[in-house]
């Protein structure tokens, strides 16, 4: 066995407590395409055992209060300008921001993001991945959005290029009274008929403006029955029925970005994404796909400018490379690091941030696979998951078991929350009701890793160390990450599927679990509740939650309804929320870590 095979097969049998064969090792870094780069990826994962684990994240302090909404009134509030928080060590993890530290911020420099994974497409309607829905942060703005400048988990709704917004009594009629004096970044105003040029880019197959890859419409704009524009700076929906997330779906991860009408008539809907031009703090200057994107500060933005002249985001998929990368100064700021290089890394002077964020982990069954559509198989598997074993571990607490599908900063999520404890005997024993007490031998898919969702392919392998125990035998696919999202997941030999996602809204689980959102025909659906066969009790608990205006009980809905989903039908294999630690150089400041996921990065600033 190489010394490089020995270290990795020393190190997963400590985390996983068994001697792992040269055969598998060698298997895992076929599969990840990363020869030695596997190596460094799972060997990160180590360190010493006497690290004391880090604590459960603190509920932070809110850099913004939430608005109180009131029906037939104006709502909303002004993004605050002030930035607060500190830096801490990586043995006390809470949410936090990066402080200024008493310095004023400066403006000039460039600085460069090392990410974890790369963009699909910086198109605001149709990008599929993280790192993209960042980068899309940069350039569009959407009517209204979370707050990007408050660590708070109860994340407000606060203004963009609306100004105000007023709902109707019967909950039926949003009005916005949008910003004027905003310019695109090709130099035309942003008015009312680019609102409605971009929700017809996404929902009204009859446009000039129509683009069947713009699926970020069927979001929110199935509830949308009409649009007026009484006047250039006041656009109307009229919905079909109440919808008390309608703010959230088209502020949250710029489902509803608005791009220049101008500019997609210029370049056609394909080209968008090659050739953005939206009206946020910062424009586009270039993108070579799988090395750079590089946008600047656009001087005409209508807000206070960005501080940074350059931004720019390198994709360095392999965390050892992401870490060198950061040590040497090739890149100012990190995302996803290795969890073990967190405290040599802030020894050496790089800050960290790090706090709750609006992600889960988990893997999806494929109710077409044999065993995926046995209910006693998938209890059995949640049972044999050893998700604390996979946080402390492998993660060393970097994330946070997870048992459902809400995440940090959706009204819903309780962290208290522990309805499943880690059971391999009672797994054993449910196989064996299930009729499979021999066990048996399928197919696992995931990413090596993902910016979202790093260590994956090392997350992958205990689980399948879990199920060896019970029993089950599993044969892992890796694929890296942009590729894997164009995979067909409705294969029946797959019994799992993996991914991360999240938003700081209860409405993520309706997108998932929704059978208005699942049809046979996607390629990414897992055959539970989909609009061809809808399931009647998850339904109506999703629609009346959905629909309900008290937040209590709408709360009150959601948890129902994720309880039935995750722990009484076992559709989804929850397993962890990731904390997305970030590591800078320590002249890098105004960094704040939003609940969102995405960034302002029109804040930081460089002392340097």
Known sequence: ?????????EELERLIGRRVSRRTLLRFGALTGLGVAATALLGACGGDDDDEPTTPPATP??????PTATPAAPVGVTPTAALSGTTVSSSDLPAVATANAGKQPKSGGTLIWGMGGDADALDPHTTNAWAAWRQATFMYESLVRKDLLSTDLNVAIVPQLAEKWELSDDGLKLTFGLRQGVKFHDGTDFNAAAVQANYERCWVPESQYYYSGAWHGAIAFPYVA?????????FVFNLTEPFVEFLAAIGDYYWFGIASPTQIKKVGNENLAANPS????????ERVEGDHTTVERFDDYWGEKAYLDRLIVRPILDDAARVVALQNGEIDLMSDPPPDTIPDLERAGFKLSIG??????????NFRNEYGKNDLVRRAISLAVDRQSIASNLFRDTVIPAYGLHTPGAPAYDPTWKPV????ERARELLAEAGYPNGFKTQVWAAPTASGWPLAGATAQLIQSNLKDIGIEIELKLTEWVTYLGLDFRNPDVLMYGTAWGMPTNFFVNILTESTYNTAESTFSTGYNEIEAPREDIDSLLKAAKAEPDPEKSNELYKQANEKICVEDVAVLCLNHDKFPHLMAPYVYGFVHAVNVNYDMSKVWLDK
């Open 421 to 424: 404890e880690f059971n391999p």
């Open 226 to 234: 009409s649009t007026e524009m009484p006047d250039d700076y006041t």
């Open 61 to 66: 302090t809110s850099a913004a209060a939430a």
């Open 356 to 365: 709750n964020a609006s992600q889960v982990a988990y893997y999806n069954f």
């Open 1 to 9: 066995m190489l010394e490089e095979e020995r270290d990795m097969s």
């Open 278 to 285: 939206g009206t946020g703090p910062f424009k586009f200057v």
